[in-house]
């Protein structure tokens, strides 16, 4: 008979359970809950983590096997984060392993994961000397001079950014640094305290907020509305400022893009606390030195991406999250959860304060509002007096457009221009063109492995599938019927370029999107192209939505806006909302007002209509009374079961198994399907996709808490790769 304590184990394992294994004698004090264990598994071994220890096993003790190694002294994952994992697991319908394993960076899920790498890559900044630094006094060294002209215009730049500009630039920085006039900061190591910067005086909008904040005793959800440049920022460090006086930790999500090193350097300065900033592209050495400063509390800000929410902080004492309508918060694939709803669950059981930040709040965030859940804090103004944007809709119905530009757009450019401003172009596609259509016999070239047309891509002459990489030379007649008249149809930013030079000889044009800027520093380049005046028309992808800011820009143009308005997904329009008042934010700054031209077909689309004043808030209570009309979220409450396989049968057959299932445990909850993925097929397999949906999310949850650990035991589920999507916010 065996005897002794039994551990519960969080392993990797894609199964909806823990795992028993026997405590062997000796580590029966040691082996607590949050402690990192080796454990045999099969014919190999995990690290997993100690849920909790039980007298009885779920299976006969003599199956269990004993844990092979402790490997930490002291719980490595705190009680405050161990058991937000464990909500997340059930309210999420994910396996407890694998939700715990995305916690630990990934040296801690490895035996030998002790060894340190150095860190990640150098920003560069200007010192206070460096920005009062008069440029003359450096003539004798030209190298320095640039360089330090560079940083002024983008600050944040990497050595390897100013070499690529012009060689010799980035050797100078050492000898920028021995006169300190330059300074660098590093992703994922602490910056050290440093004595605090002044901000600017508070309005009065900026200074309610911060006492709003403040002044939470305890749990309290904040919605900070306020268009981009209203000093959003100001509020987040104001807040944050309090939270250190009072010996907290502060934690501030951003999105994949917006994670500027500006923000970081502009966090740093200004607090003057020791933090560390983390980040999906960190090497893992430096991630897991910044995770333990964070869990020993050393660092006492921490800023990061999506997963940083997950960071242990004993002294937790604010939560921000900025541009929280981000899509890059919710994790599209393995673990599917939204980084903002976890923070709000996270400051809940912290009992501390959460801070939502946008200029276009998420529907959700608007609607815990009117709920009564959230306090909405507005800045109404842009800070400095800037004025907002002036947005115009362009009717392009009937007109003979010279390429794809109106004569309006076009003749504003030409002004734009004409006086030295900056023009911005959106287009929502990279490429030359989305379609390659056969002008004979109408046969449109399709990806062989996706649902999805080829697009051209003329530089490289090459046709491209953007789904799954698939690429091939684009052939000089068509297939089907042998015409050599291919013809590119539709709109993508190379197109557009193209166009722009032949209309605008001369001008400095850049184009960015993935193409161009996937070389190492090629982003960085155009930036500070664009910041510096340097550039004149930008032409690019959403990639140019995001948080950059461009002070020069007095014109853009959206050159396409009606692909939102004719989407079969409810979120469609939100998502065009946003970006056409993100991308009308870079316009303008300070002194200058902007221009915004919306090209469409539907000039009396009530979305675009209600945008032209301005006026988010409007579109925001339009958008929400369709959603409660139709029952979707925020109001109602979706779960979307997907599964993929090279034959369809396959989908088919899961699928209407577990929608069996389904409609048998709760009559609360509608099932729709299963029914074809908008997009069907996708690398060579068939995807398909059943949809509950019910008005409460506590029917929804508590259908689906039998339902996803009984879908893992059907033999159709083999047969299949599926997930579930608890929330989603993509449903292609
Ligand atoms: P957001 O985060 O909303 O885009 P920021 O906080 O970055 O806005 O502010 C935009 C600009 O306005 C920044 O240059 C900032 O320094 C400046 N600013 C913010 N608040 C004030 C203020 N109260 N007085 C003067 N300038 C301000
Ligand atoms: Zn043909
Ligand atoms: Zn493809």
């Not at 697009?455 to 953007?466: E, F, I, K």
Request: charged share 25%; glycine share 8%.
């Amino acid at each position: 008979m065996v005897t002794g304590p039994i551990a519960a184990v969080a392993i990797p394992s894609p199964l909806r359970r823990h795992f028993d294994y026997l405590v062997p004698p000796g580590l029966e004090r040691t082996a607590v809950r949050g402690c990192r264990v080796l454990v045999p598994f099969g014919r190999t071994q995990y690290v997993g983590v100690v849920l909790r220890r039980h007298a009885e096993a779920s299976v006969a003790r003599a199956k269990l096997r004993p844990i092979a190694a402790l490997l930490d002294d002291e719980p490595t994952l705190d009680e405050a984060i161990l058991s937000l994992l464990e909500w997340s697991a059930q309210y999420y319908h994910h396996p407890v392993g694998e939700v715990v394993q995305s916690a630990l960076p990934t040296l801690l899920r490895r035996v030998d994961g002790s060894k340190a790498q150095s860190g990640g890559p150098k920003f560069w900044f200007l010192t206070d000397a460096g920005n009062a630094c008069d440029p003359e006094t450096l003539a004798s060294a030209p190298r320095q001079a640039k360089a330090l002209a560079r940083l002024a215009a983008e600050p944040g730049l990497t050595r390897a950014a100013l070499e690529a500009d012009e060689p010799g630039t980035g050797a100078a920085l050492a000898a920028l640094a021995r006169k300190g006039l330059v300074e660098s900061q590093q992703l994922g190591e602490v910056i050290p305290p440093a004595t605090p910067a002044p901000g600017p005086a508070l309005t009065d909008a900026q200074a309610e907020a911060v006492e709003a904040i403040a002044a939470a005793p305890g749990f309290a959800s904040f919605l900070l509305d306020g268009v981009t440049g209203s000093g959003k920022t100001e509020v987040y460090l104001h807040a944050a400022s309090a939270a250190l006086v009072r010996g907290r930790q502060v934690l501030v999500l951003v999105p994949e893009i917006g994670l500027t090193p500006q923000m970081i350097h502009r966090f740093g300065k200004r607090l003057g606390q020791a933090m560390v900033a983390l980040h999906s592209a960190l090497p893992n050495g430096a991630r897991r030195n910044a995770w333990i400063a964070a869990r020993s509390g050393q660092a006492r800000v921490v800023l990061g991406t999506r997963s940083t929410i997950l960071t242990p902080m004993p002294e937790l004492g604010l939560i921000i999250v900025d541009e929280e309508h981000d899509l890059s918060y919710k994790q599209q694939d393995g673990w599917r959860y939204s980084a903002r709803d976890v923070a709000v669950m996270r400051a809940r059981r912290a009992d501390v304060p959460v801070v939502l930040g946008s200029a276009t709040p998420s529907m959700e965030s608007v609607f815990n509002v009117l709920a009564g859940r959230s306090t909405l804090l507005r800045l109404p103004e842009r800070a400095g007096a800037a004025a907002l944007p002036q947005v115009s809709i362009v009717d392009v119905r009937a007109r003979a457009l010279d390429g794809h530009l109106s004569g309006q757009l076009i003749e504003a450019i030409s002004e734009t221009l004409a006086a030295g401003e900056q023009v911005l172009l959106f287009v929502n596609r990279r490429g030359f063109a989305p379609t390659l259509l056969c002008h004979e016999c109408g046969e449109v070239l399709e990806c062989p492995r996706c649902d999805a047309r080829l697009v051209l891509h003329r530089q490289a002459n090459r046709l491209r599938c953007h789904h799954c990489g698939y690429e091939t030379r684009v052939p000089s007649a068509c297939k089907h019927c042998g015409s050599p008249e291919l013809r590119p149809v539709g709109l993508g930013t190379e197109r557009l370029e193209d166009e722009l030079e032949k209309r605008f000889p001369g001008a400095r044009i850049d184009r960015i999107d993935r193409d161009t800027t996937r070389r190492r520093g090629a982003l960085e380049q155009s930036l500070a192209d664009a910041r510096s005046g340097q550039t004149q028309i930008l032409v690019g992808t959403q990639m140019l939505a995001k948080g950059h800011d461009f002070p020069g820009v007095t014109l853009v143009g959206i050159v396409d806006a009606d692909g939102g308005l004719f989407s079969t997904d409810f979120r469609a329009s939100e998502r065009l909302a946003q970006l056409i008042v993100q991308v009308s934010g870079r316009a303008g700054r300070a002194s200058r007002p902007g221009r915004v031209f919306l090209q469409t077909h539907q000039p009396e689309h009530p979305l675009l209509r209600s945008l032209v004043g301005g006026d988010y808030a409007e579109f925001a209570r339009t958008a929400l009374a369709e959603r409660e009309a139709a029952a979707l979220p925020p109001y109602g409450a979706l779960a979307l079961l997907r599964a993929e396989a090279p034959r369809r049968a396959a989908c088919t057959a899961f699928l209407e198994e577990a929608g069996h299932i389904a409609r048998d445990t709760s009559p609360q909850v509608a099932v729709l399907g299963p029914v074809p993925a908008p997009m069907e097929r996708r690398q060579g397999r068939f995807r398909e996709q059943l949809l509950l949906s019910a008005m409460d999310r506590v029917d929804l949850q508590r259908m689906l808490r039998p339902w996803a650990p009984a879908l893992e035991g059907l033999v159709s589920a083999r047969r299949v790769r599926w997930s579930l999507d608890v929330d989603p916010q993509d449903m292609s």
